[in-house]
């Protein structure tokens, strides 16, 4: 399987008034075609990668790594009008919440359209036929319906599919997905993992799928990548889960309750300062 | 069966949104009761208007066989009753001390000694006379929900309400205010009325349940029977099933 | 008592205000209070603002040792209308012999008077009005904020003159008739605060703490509108002094010989051609202080934002 994407030594720094805060601290990782998670609880840095690797980091952070590479192109010393024509057209970024990442003054067909003929030279009629054949495909009844609704008119789960269908109608080859299905209910959440799921096997995408729920990202991924406090701190394999070697990643797993697990107190993460280092 | 908290046949409409349609729950004394359901279920107006908070539009709330007035709640009732909210970052006012916060129900309720009755609060939630003086923009997540649990149980209530107080919390932290959550219970042997989207929360903490749908409640039962499988609706088996989690189509 | 850790190695007094564990009230207080001083002073800006104004303070309070000359009684026989630079008058005379930097600098004191009036009065009804009408909502609300829209709806200066010729002419007139029609904003700020806070978590809390409406009121809601009416405020101030300035030009504020900065201005008038410096000169000063309060409430606007996230 080839490499599609070269992260080595990550980092992501942000300056403010009090000092400089270091969001992420060397990380490194390939994907190929293939499903990577990233875990991590909040401020461990998992979101700043994502971005990073989408050139979503905000201005005034400071970015840098020994190899940032995606199918050859350097994406750190590339120009701006090459960064704009990846995105979207060859690596896309879902975000957690519909109601704040889709555009609440323009309908949903609208906006799916717009991603299209940004990146592909197509007449308004092709562009409206192929935004509610994608609509389909995201599994929404009733695609010529919505794709006239605006964001707030429609439910969160409904609002989650249309933006992947935004995201995957130029048919990206990379797709980073942060927290996708956080902000949702549980049943709509399976739905929603459902779709995505097809969509990336069919196309044979490479997906990033960063969240902070290990057992969800694991059933979901091939391989996991634990983060804490802006470092990888355990690699491996979706299946080996159960043989977790840090005691992060094994805290990670044992302090939620779950169905049927009867353990009272519950396991609590002992935070050792190594980790940190 | 005795029972401290019902409510009967209670409707909550806003406008024409009816987000509670003839709902009717008891808790017994002493016990931990879940409010479980997915957004719009109506949960947190159940909650709330038993606070006194949500406007009831008609249907009865009695606390301790009295009934509740609609809207008004006297002094007495949040001497007995208190809330922890989900926000942990929106449930401490932003310009207070957590000394302040800590104070202001001591104030209000005219209890003397405060000073030791707020370095117990933070000793019992599990942190130190260290954040006495700190202001909520220099707590994390955990720690101010530990302070609002400081805060509702500082008056010494029987009934705590808790509206989700840990889904905003990251998964290592819930745990531990969970643990919290219920070593209180045991020491003060208060009465818990709990709302959670989560079931695996919502059976470890609590011993019935009731699973509410779009303002109504779906089915009744204890935490023993939904872990077991012995459930009767469609709907509660969908969120069971849900919540076991992702099973992938075509596992590589 | 506090069971801190003991301080072996003595703090610097910057360390101790920017500690994120204080031991007292008090040291929670100074180092927010230096926080937002690091913000401002951050602003070079803002900070000449306020020099400015600490400038024109001290000018007010020593204006009796700093001026040169009397600021009322003036040489009508040898030293009318003298330009500036002439010997012993810096910045010239008026056409009665008085000297101009002497009654600016007394001047200073009126100006100062009535921004800290105005701003006495009309700030804290502005706010109380407004965070109750908030808080309170329905019927309350609405008449409140029709009494508002009422005052609102007149233009400063119109009924300024109006209060002014009702009651005569007088700087305490002119004070009250600013004060009347500078509430009204601070009304609208402070409820529209009030609206933003009113349906948050931590008021809910108090509420079911079993907090009077006047509690939450007074104390939990109102805090949160301070900091946007003291900026608020402060942009207005030279709004105010040119309100007064307007007033005073039109002989209904401060009346002769008071050396009111307007005043000044209006009776210099007749000399502009020829002798600028009658009216310039106090022009200037207006400008001057106007200034200073504009670049000061933009400071405070940036350092006292309520959504400061400690970061």
């Known amino acids: 399987m080839s490499t599609m994407l070269t992260v080595d030594d990550l980092r992501v720094s942000f300056p403010t008034r009090t000092g400089l805060i270091e969001a992420v601290r060397g990380v490194s990782f390939t994907l190929g075609r293939e499903r990577l998670g990233i875990v991590g609880e909040s401020g461990s840095g998992k979101s700043q990668t994502g971005r990073a690797i989408m050139g979503l980091t905000p201005a005034h952070a400071k970015v840098s790594a020994s190899k940032l590479n995606f199918d050859g192109i350097d994406l750190l010393t590339a120009p701006a009008k090459v960064r704009r024509s990846l995105r979207g057209s060859r690596i896309a970024m879902i975000l957690q919440d519909p109601k704040y990442s889709l555009n609440p003054v323009m309908s949903i067909g609208r906006q799916i359209v717009e991603t299209l003929r940004t990146h592909e030279n197509v007449g308004k009629r092709e562009a409206r036929d192929r935004a509610i054949a994608m609509l389909e495909a995201v599994q929404i009844r009733d695609a010529g319906r919505v794709y006239d609704l605006h964001p707030h008119e429609v439910s969160g789960g409904m609002g989650q599919r249309a933006m992947i269908a935004m995201m995957l109608i130029a048919g990206p080859e990379l797709l980073v997905a942060d927290e996708p299905t956080s902000a949702l209910d549980v049943t709509v959440q399976l739905e929603v993992l459902g779709i995505l799921d097809k969509l990336v096997s069919e196309r044979g995408m490479g997906l990033i799928f960063i969240s902070h729920d290990l057992r969800l990202v694991s059933s979901f991924c091939d391989r996991v990548i634990v983060m804490y406090a802006g470092k990888i701190v355990e690699e491996l394999a979706a299946s080996d889960l159960g043989n977790a070697k840090h005691p992060y990643t094994q805290g990670l797993l044992n302090c939620m309750p779950t169905l049927g697990t009867n353990r009272h107190p519950l396991p609590v993460l002992d935070r050792q300062p190594e980790w940190a280092l | 069966m005795t029972v401290i908290v019902s409510a009967e046949n209670l409707t909550v409409s806003y406008d024409d949104f009816l987000a509670l349609d003839t709902v009717s729950i008891d808790v017994e004394p002493g016990e931990s009761f879940g409010l479980v359901g997915e957004s719009g279920s109506g949960k947190s107006t159940l909650l709330r208007a038993i606070a006194g908070l949500s406007p009831v539009t008609s249907g009865r709330i009695a606390l301790d066989g009295k009934p509740l007035d609609v809207r008004y709640r006297d002094k007495a009732f949040y001497r007995q009753v208190q809330m922890v909210f989900q926000d942990p970052y929106g449930s401490l006012h932003p310009r207070q001390t957590v000394d302040r916060l800590l104070q202001e129900p001591l104030a209000i309720h005219g209890v003397a000694d405060s000073e030791r009755r707020i370095l117990r609060a933070l000793d019992e939630v599990g942190l130190g006379a260290s954040f006495r003086f700190r202001y909520s923009h220099q707590l994390s997540g955990g720690q101010r929900q530990r302070i609002a649990i400081a805060r509702a149980l500082i008056i010494e209530p029987q009934i705590m309400l808790l509206d989700e107080p840990t889904s905003a919390l990251d998964a290592s932290v819930q745990a531990e205010v969970l643990n919290l959550l219920e070593q209180v219970r045991r020491d003060r042997k208060l009465t818990y009325i709990m709302v959670s989207h989560d079931l695996g929360v919502v059976t470890h903490m609590c011993e019935r349940l009731a699973v509410m749908k779009n303002g109504k409640v779906v089915e009744r039962l204890s935490s023993a029977d939904l872990v077991a499988g012995r459930l009767s609706e469609d709907y509660t088996k969908n969120l069971m099933v849900a919540s076991k989690g992702f099973v992938r189509a075509n596992a590589v | ?311």
């Not at chain 3, 040792?65 to 008058?89: D, T």
């Not at chain 3, 007149?154 to 109006?162: E, H, I, N, Q, T």
């Not at chain 3, 009651?167 to 605060?193: D, F, K, Q, V």
């Not at chain 3, 309100?243 to 502009?272: D, K, N, V």
Request: aromatic share 6%; net charge positive.
């Open chain 3, 1 to 311: 008592m506090s069971q801190s850790s003991l301080q072996t190695v003595p703090m610097t007094r910057r360390e101790w205000l920017m500690s994120d564990r204080p031991q007292s009230r008090l040291q929670a207080r100074l180092g927010r209070a230096y926080m937002t001083w690091q913000r401002f002073s951050a602003n070079k800006l803002a900070v000449a603002g306020l020099c400015i104004i600490l400038l024109l303070i001290l000018i007010a309070i020593f204006a009796d040792v700093l001026a040169p000359h009397s600021p009322v009684i003036g040489n009508l026989g040898g030293a009318r209308l003298l330009p500036p630079g002439s010997e012993g008058y810096l910045l010239g005379t008026d056409d009665q012999g008085r000297d101009i930097l002497s009654r600016l600098l007394h001047g200073s004191r009126l100006t100062l008077l009535v921004i800290v009036l105005v701003a006495i009065i009309a700030a804290p009804i502005g706010l109380l009005v407004g965070a109750v009408s908030g808080y309170a909502g329905g019927w309350v609300d609405a008449v409140l904020m029709r009494i508002t829209d009422i005052f609102l709806a007149f233009p400063k200066l119109v009924l300024a003159l109006a209060f002014v010729a009702a009651m005569g002419p007088g700087i305490e007139n002119a004070i009250l008739a600013i004060a009347i029609t500078s509430w009204p904003p601070y009304a609208r700020i402070a409820r529209a605060e009030t609206l933003s806070v009113r349906n948050s978590d931590y008021i809910a809390a108090v509420r079911l703490m079993g907090a009077s409406p006047f509690r939450i009121v007074l104390r939990h809601v109102m805090p949160m509108c301070v900091s946007s009416l003291i900026v608020r405020v402060t942009l207005d101030m030279a709004g105010i002094i040119l309100t007064a300035a307007g007033l005073g030009f039109l002989g209904l504020g401060a009346q002769p010989p008071l050396p009111e900065w307007g005043a000044m201005i209006a009776s210099g008038r007749r000399f502009i051609l020829d002798q600028w410096w009658v009216a310039t000169m106090p022009g200037i000063a207006i400008l001057i202080v106007s200034l200073g309060f504009n670049l000061l409430g933009d400071g405070l606007r940036d350092a006292l934002d309520p959504r400061e996230s400690g970061q």
